[in-house]
């Protein structure tokens, strides 16, 4: 009998295993750097540029990309899509995860970590976006630890418990969704405070609703990204059931990734309407902002649109890369290109090999336990207990 | 009589919902009445960097490398940091060089009060803003926000690093002293004083000598307005001072984002919850409509197997009725003995 | 407390609107539990 649960035994000395290892050394002699010397040391942050890639990647890119997550459970459980059941449990895993390294990672940059608790327990700035951000991203992480528990409970057979937890699913989804509407749209809130720091084309009093709707098309194409990715190296974890419905979930989600992409590209144009900033167009910023939509929203809109209606699923697999890679890009124009771009070249901000460094080491350290959970939890397959319980 | 004890505590809850001392309706707000500021005349600056030095001594921070009257500094452009809280600038001008004191200008509606997550950033009844270093977390949220570039920060420090700005001198305001900078400057291009007499002393200044300044004070709509207002004899682009910053204040510029924050949470469970009633509505009715077919589908099939038989039964009938009669009974009990049994097991299976 | 500032007023609003959706999301949950059960839970 075949039973996907058993973690495959092979040695450890894979060359992912040995990668893997290196970088988790260099983050921790870089972390040690940074408790010890301070950021100074490490990033080449300053006074203008008081936020650099852990605010522009880790922070804004993680909970963009992590935005699977709420999209798959609402498709799921909200709008009945039922044969996206077996997305859901990868999604919440990889959001959870994705989620609790954004926090990790925000524990370099604090100034004092350890005072992370203090604007929702000892002294509340309600003006703050940040308050905002910060609330909801505590919430949702509870409520996406949650919702993985099953999985937890039913490798660790603890069946009550489970049966509980499930019986939550349809307010546990909600509120997901609620509170990533929240904070996902509130990330790209916190920069209307700074109109004259962030260049007219990416400011926009409609900031909050593109980072929404961009983290719909992000977490759609990430579904359809890892799924690519977690097929090749983790198949054997697959069972009938995950690998029978992932060609119907990549078609879905790439025709719905293809839908919010075209109402992306509108309202960003709207959004130029609005503050009249069609002149600027025509400068460097301006070709760097076409580059951005129609090489990165336009165009993978209409490779999703073509893939799915020639059931093309290697399009939409490039289709999904290209969104990630353009949501990648936009969080960071809004965060390191566009923003001061009224200073001189000399005072802007590039990041140090160890910023870039510990990046690195935080995406890897997410596939190193990704890897863990999946190959020994009922993640990619239903436990035999449970089967064709929905 | 009735209707008018009714009125009275509608009103008395009314009263009592709004909260003593909160203006709920009117949302035009002019700030501490009295409080205080800092007027700079920049055609009164010559630029000695004696506010420099003196902010340094009053505020016990590390004395620099090179001198305060070593006045080779001011070639290169600075600006204020986490051992300086205040910088003098040197500007090209036609008429010469022209200097520009810049500090934390202690915002009316400071951007960043209203960006901190822990109020960390206070403005004072006295007009400074002050920040609080006992709850900072460290975000550096309030230098993004600050549209004046004026927080440093302590990047040095590993684990306890502060911002650090301009107090306005505020614990020596509260000894009632004036601050160290004004106090210092041999030339008056800095006076202390109330906001609003500030801007009268301003008014003053322009209308009298119309060739001497600009016909603007800067500081005074400035993002919402400043406590520290600014004089210049040239538009004040020319001496590094940003004219784009619009009289929007921090607050009213997030305000609408966060407006709709407890629209979203107020109403999406609501549509979720809608969408989906309706769509497990629609899986039952789905569901049902198969039942029916299958329900359907079995009574056709059993209709036509009875009509078959009984047509075969009536055509057999013309010929030797009564042998075939006693035959098909025959056939007809031994066909459907076993057929009993079966569906007597498929039933038992099913159940 | 008396208010002077925008900045003061939106702390103080906030702060209740806060509670306020706190609120709302906890009794959204129960209103809904209420709503659908009873005894006319055909559909
Ligand atoms: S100038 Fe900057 S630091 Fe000073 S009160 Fe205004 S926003 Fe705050
Ligand atoms: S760095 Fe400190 S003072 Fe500034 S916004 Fe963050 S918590 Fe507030
Ligand atoms: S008011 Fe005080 S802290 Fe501010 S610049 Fe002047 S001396 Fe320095």
Redesign the pocket.
């Known amino acids: 009998m075949s039973n996907p649960g058993n973690p495959g035994s092979k040695s450890n000395l894979t060359a992912f295993n040995v990668i893997a290892g290196a970088i988790i050394v260099m983050g921790l002699v870089i972390t040690v750097l940074r408790f010890t010397k301070g950021l100074g040391a490490v990033t080449n942050l300053d006074d203008n540029n008081?936020w650099g890639l852990w605010i522009g990647f880790d922070l804004l890119c993680g909970v963009a990309l992590a935005a699977g997550g709420y999209t798959t459970s609402a498709a799921c459980y909200i709008f009945g899509l039922k044969r996206f059941h077996s997305a859901v449990r990868p999604a919440i895993l990889t959001a959870f995860l994705g989620y609790a390294l954004v926090v990790f990672a925000l524990q370099y940059d604090?100034?004092r970590p350890w005072?992370l608790p203090?604007?929702i327990f000892v002294q509340q700035?309600t003006t703050?976006l940040?308050f905002e951000v910060g609330l909801c991203v505590m919430l949702y992480l509870t409520v996406l630890f949650i919702e993985f528990t099953p999985a937890m409970f039913e490798w660790l057979g603890m069946k009550k418990i489970r049966s509980v937890v499930v019986k939550l699913t349809l307010a546990l989804t909600i509120f997901g969704v609620v509170l990533s509407t929240l904070h996902q749209s509130s990330l790209g809130a916190l920069y209307t405070i700074a109109p004259s720091k962030l260049h007219p084309l990416w400011y926009s009093t409609y900031l909050p609703v593109f980072f929404f709707v961009s983290s719909i098309a992000a977490g759609l194409s990430m579904v359809i990204f890892e799924g690519t990715l977690s097929h090749k190296k983790l198949h054997r974890m697959m069972d009938e059931e995950y690998l029978k419905h992932h060609d119907g979930v990549v078609l879905g989600f790439g025709k719905a990734a293809s839908l919010v992409l075209f109402g992306y590209f509108a309202i960003k144009m709207i959004g130029l309407a609005y503050a009249n900033n069609w002149h600027y167009l025509t400068s460097g910023y301006g070709l760097w902002f076409m580059v951005e939509m129609l090489g990165f929203v336009a165009l993978p809109c209409f490779l999703y649109a073509v893939g799915v209606r020639e059931k093309n699923l290697g399009l939409i697999k490039k289709a999904a890369i290209i969104t990630v890679l353009g949501i990648v890009l936009n969080r960071f124009n809004v965060s390191l290109v566009a923003f001061n771009y009224h200073l001189p070249s000399s005072e802007r901000y590039f990041p140090t090999m160890m910023e870039i460094g510990i990046s690195v080491f935080v995406v890897t350290l997410g596939v190193v336990i990704f890897r863990f959970i999946t190959t020994r939890m009922p993640i990619f397959h239903e436990h035999p207990d449970y089967k064709g319980e929905h | 009589m009735l209707r008018r004890t009714f009125l009275g505590m509608l009103g008395t809850a009314c009263v009592g919902a709004s909260i003593p001392g909160v203006a709920s309706a009117s949302k035009e707000f002019t700030g501490h009445p009295g409080s205080n500021g800092v007027l700079f005349d920049a055609t009164r600056c010559i630029g000695c960097r004696k506010c420099e030095e003196a902010c340094n001594k009053v505020n016990d921070l590390p004395v620099p490398d090179k001198k305060y009257d070593d006045l080779t500094v001011l070639d290169t452009k600075r600006r204020t940091d986490a051992k300086t809280l205040t910088v003098v600038n040197k500007y090209k001008a036609d008429k010469g060089p022209l200097f520009r004191k810049s500090q934390c200008n202690h915002c009316l509606e400071p951007a960043?009060a209203s960006?901190?997550?822990?109020?960390?950033?206070k403005k004072l009844p006295n007009g400074a803003v002050v920040?609080?270093?006992s709850?900072?977390?460290?975000?550096?949220?309030?230098?993004?926000?600050c549209p004046f570039s004026i927080?440093a920060?302590e990047y040095d420090e590993p684990l306890t690093p502060?911002?650090m700005k301009c107090t306005m001198c505020a614990p020596r305001l509260a000894e009632g002293k004036l601050p160290g900078c004004v106090e210092s400057c041999p030339k008056e291009a800095l006076v202390y004083g109330e906001r609003d007499e500030l801007i009268k002393i301003a008014r003053k200044r322009i209308e009298r000598n119309p060739d001497r300044y600009v016909d603007h004070l800067y500081g005074e709509k400035e993002m919402g307005g400043t406590s520290w207002l600014y004089l210049s004899g040239v538009p004040f682009t020319e001496i590094g001072m940003r004219e784009d910053l619009g009289t929007k204040s921090a607050p009213e510029l997030t305000a609408g984002a966060l407006a709709s924050v407890p629209m979203v949470a107020g109403l999406w469970p609501v549509l979720l919850g809608g969408i989906y009633a309706i769509s497990k509505r629609k899986d039952k009715v789905a569901n049902e409509e198969k039942k029916e077919a299958v329900a359907n589908a079995i009574a056709k099939a059993s209709e036509q197997a009875e009509k078959t038989l009984s047509e075969a039964l009536s055509k057999a009938d013309v010929a030797n009725k009564r042998q075939i009669e006693v035959e098909v009974k025959k056939a007809v009990e031994d066909a459907l003995t076993p057929k009993e049994e079966e569906s007597d097991e498929n039933s038992e299976g099913e159940s | 407390m008396e208010i002077f500032s925008l900045q003061e007023y939106y702390t103080f609003t906030k702060g209740i609107v806060y509670l306020l959706m706190g609120g709302a999301l906890i009794g959204v949950t129960l209103f809904w539990q209420f709503l659908m059960g009873g005894n006319n839970n055909d559909d």
């Open positions: 008081p604090l100034g005072r203090y604007p700035g703050s940040l | 960043c960006a901190c997550f822990v109020k960390a950033f920040y609080d270093e709850v900072c977390v460290g975000c550096r949220y309030c230098m993004v926000a927080p920060y502060r911002v």
